[in-house]
């Protein structure tokens, strides 16, 4: 019997119950809040170059404007909104100098490179939560994901296949798929010092 079965049997037999995540090293909590700070200023990047995107399809003329032209459109024509309770009144100067194509490749390289970073955070949230052996089914839920976006891409082209790698973009960036893991950990732990 290994020495991590031998706490789990004595933690089982002095009543005391196992923690999800270890209390003494805390760490885990520093990742989290890391995750959902970024998480929510992602999410704000993303809204905003949506909501560019949006009006310059729906005013094409736009695209080819000066950026003080777009700027002077804007302060005019589009008014405050709330979109997924983030509150949008201008867009991000930046924008205004960018065309339709480079705002679009902007956003899929800020995808990839958010799921990147996303990736990065659930493994070290994983590494400080004691659960760094299950890094391979980190890699497989990326990889299933990826694939199922990949065919829903395929089969159902156009806003069908966007809005399911959208929902299924907002789970990898978040902190489910390595909290479920490590959940997925505890239980297994758990049985195993029920089962002695």
Wanted: hydrophobic share 55%; no cysteine.
């Amino acid at each position: 019997m290994s020495l991590s079965n031998l706490t789990v049997v004595a933690e089982s037999m002095s009543g005391h119950s196992m923690s999800l995540l270890p209390l003494r090293r805390p760490w885990w909590a520093a990742v989290m809040a890391v995750m959902l700070v970024f998480g929510f200023y992602q999410e704000l990047v993303k809204i905003q170059l949506n909501d560019y995107l949006t009006t310059l399809t729906e005013q094409p003329s736009l695209d080819a404007a000066s950026p003080e032209d777009r700027a002077l459109f804007w302060s005019s024509s589009v008014p405050p909104r709330v979109v997924n309770y983030y509150e949008i009144h201008d867009p991000w100067p930046i924008f205004h100098h960018l065309s339709r194509r480079q705002l679009v490749v902007l956003k899929w390289g800020l995808a990839v490179l958010i799921v990147a970073v996303f990736f990065s955070l659930d493994a070290l949230f994983l590494s400080v939560a004691g659960a760094w052996k299950l890094r391979g089914a980190l890699v497989g839920i990326y990889g299933f994901v990826g694939v199922v976006m990949a065919l829903f891409g395929a089969l159902a082209p156009g806003d069908g296949g966007y809005a399911v790698a959208r929902e299924l973009l907002g789970f990898l960036q978040s902190p489910l798929p390595s909290l479920m893991l490590v959940f997925v950990q505890w239980l297994q732990q758990r049985a195993g010092a029920q089962s002695h």
